[in-house]
């Protein structure tokens, strides 16, 4: 069972804000999937853990730098710019 | 909801040009999208423009493999210089500057785009109600949910607003609101449709498909969109025959396979529709096999264990530095969590902060479980594969439920991808069509089948549209 404690670390290290009213109502939200997700235990399971889902297993495309042609396009999508580049607060 | 074939022969012969049929689809639009806010953009003027191209195009003979058919794309697929918002307040002013693939193939390929469709947000959700631009209406009784999360998609198409739509599928996001509204909507193997641009929810599930009135739309539509993209490096090296294989089902030479881990529990409605399929094979000469799936049940908590922390880790690239919602803070940190405690709906958090758990060093082994419950899956389809080709089961284990019934309570809301997550886990095909009615509300059934056979699960259909008929209680 998760605690409000575990709750309000797993949300610091995910980087989500949340307020005491979402705590309340996430905690139960969370311990009911939790209980869900134990089932899977509950079964003799296959050791194997590698799952391939392509038929390309291993392929790399070249590594090889490509110019993108509407870098402005980019830029325009900054939230907060100055000139060409994308505005980040201090990280302390 | 016209049949796909008879309009395209109606454009083919002359009968009506690409532009007048845009002028159709948005007079529906325009009539009944204020009810069910199927679209969260309109691309009028561009489609217009399309359309008169097109036009021409098809007066000298050309115009394939679409001739002017008119499309809505889920709002999680990029189309350049048009806003993409995954149905969230965190890119409700986010402009991609590139296109999709399987939008690009639409484009080239002479198909109509009449706007961005509205979603569950970021594609998380099973009713359509999760969408910051407010909750899609389903399309047969706008007083329950659509299914989710390519809602706008269902009942779009159901609605007939356009004739082919594109949805995505990591659970059942197309499949449950065709079943919900009463159309057609595959998802396919795993790779053959090309994801690059489509914004990722599960990069190891994620799937693009098409919903349509009509199997023969979804072979038309296939045909274009499957394909190895060389940006898209799961994507399969081949093509598998849909248009060419689409009246060339021969039920006798089929095993149908049903199991009853697959109907125990659902709804009585919705298992005497799916019962009522098997019947109709059978009476067309298909042996019917059960098949041993006992431990289906894993498929459930399973997917939500390999979902949340590929979701999470998804997720990380919405930092409101590059592009997105932003509130500014003294601190890196703080700008970044608060922009997404604003940006990000309930839901979208919910499965953060849980994938961001499962991820934890000390919570490693949960993670490794999924791979191995995923394993046991694929080995427990493989082996029913060995006895059938196709294995049927219902689509969602309800009808569709109404609006705000289910939204506070999110393992009940789970339910609903029940019966078609084991489909993503797996990697395999499926498709869901509209089998039944009950109150006036739609029923579909599933059909899934081994890898890179899409192709027969949609010959199929078209044989039940041909020769069956839809149940009704």
């Known amino acids: 069972m998760l605690t409000k404690e575990d709750l309000g670390h797993i949300a610091k290290i995910a980087r989500i804000a949340l307020t005491e009213e979402e705590m309340n109502e996430l905690l139960p939200q969370f311990n009911g999937i939790l209980q869900l997700l134990e089932r899977v235990k509950q079964l003799p399971l296959a050791e194997a853990t590698a799952i391939v889902m392509t038929e390309n297993e291993g392929e790399f495309r070249e590594d090889v730098a490509k110019t993108f042609e509407d870098y402005d396009l980019i830029v325009e999508q900054f939230p907060k710019k100055r000139g060409r580049y994308a505005e980040v607060p201090p990280n302390l | 909801m016209p049949m796909i074939e008879e309009t395209l022969e109606r454009i083919r012969n002359g009968e009506i040009t690409p532009s007048e049929h845009l002028e159709e689809k948005i007079e529906i639009l325009e009539r009944r999208d204020p009810e069910l806010n199927a679209f969260i953009t309109k691309t009028l003027d561009i489609a217009r423009e399309q359309a008169r191209q097109i036009d021409g195009v098809v007066r000298e003979g050309g115009g394939e493999a679409f001739y002017g058919l008119v499309w809505g794309i889920k709002d999680n697929f990029a189309l350049k210089g048009v806003r993409m918002t995954c149905g969230s307040k965190m890119l409700e002013n986010y402009v991609p500057p590139y296109t999709a693939t399987p939008v690009e193939k639409i484009l080239s390929n002479h198909g109509i785009i009449l706007g961005k469709l509205n979603m569950d947000e970021f594609a998380c959700g099973s009713s359509g109600e999760t969408s910051y631009f407010g909750p899609t209406k389903n399309a047969r009784n706008p007083e329950y949910v659509p299914g989710g999360s390519s809602s706008g998609a269902g009942a779009a198409v159901a609605a007939g607003m356009v004739d082919l739509a594109l949805g995505s599928d990591t659970g059942g996001s197309i499949r449950n609101p065709a079943s919900f509204n009463g159309v057609v909507g595959l998802k396919p193997t795993y790779g053959l449709v090309s994801r690059y641009g489509l914004a990722d929810l599960a990069m190891s599930l994620d799937v693009p498909g098409p919903l349509a009135p009509d199997a023969y739309g979804i072979a038309l539509a296939m045909d274009v969109l499957q394909g190895y993209d060389p940006r898209d490096r799961v994507s399969a090296k081949r093509k598998l025959p849909f248009l060419r294989s689409v009246d060339s089902f021969d039920p006798e030479r089929v095993r149908i396979g049903i199991s009853e881990s697959l109907l125990s529990g659902v709804d009585p409605a919705v298992r005497r529709t799916t019962e009522h399929v098997v019947n109709f094979f ?10 041993d799936l006992p431990d289906i049940w894993v498929a459930f908590p399973t ?14 690239k919405f930092d409101g530095i590059k592009f997105g919602h932003r509130v500014d803070a003294d601190t890196l940190y703080d700008t970044v969590a608060r922009s997404r405690e604003e940006g990000f709906g309930k839901e979208i ?26 394993t046991t899956l694929l080995q427990m389809f493989q082996n029913a594969f060995r006895k059938v080709d196709i294995i049927v089961s219902p689509t969602v284990p309800t009808p569709p439920f109404k609006l705000g019934e289910r939204v506070n309570d999110p393992v009940k809301m789970y339910m609903a991808d029940a019966l078609t997550v084991p489909a993503n886990l797996t990697g395999i095909p499926a498709i869901s069509f509209p089998a039944g009615w009950k109150d006036d509300l739609p029923i579909g059934v599933q059909l899934m089948g081994p890898r890179f056979t899409d192709h027969v699960l949609v010959s199929a259909v078209r044989f039940f549209e041909k020769e069956g008929s839809q149940w009704s209680e």
């Open chain 2, 303 to 316: 997917y939500y264990l390999v979902m949340y922390p590929e979701f999470a880790s998804a997720m990380q």
């Open chain 2, 349 to 374: 958090k919910r499965r953060i902060i849980m994938g961001t758990f499962i991820s934890m060093a000390k919570n490693a082994e949960w993670y490794k479980l999924a791979l191995r419950a995923r």
């Open chain 2, 282 to 291: 059978e009476s067309k000469g298909s042996e019917i096999v059960e098949v």
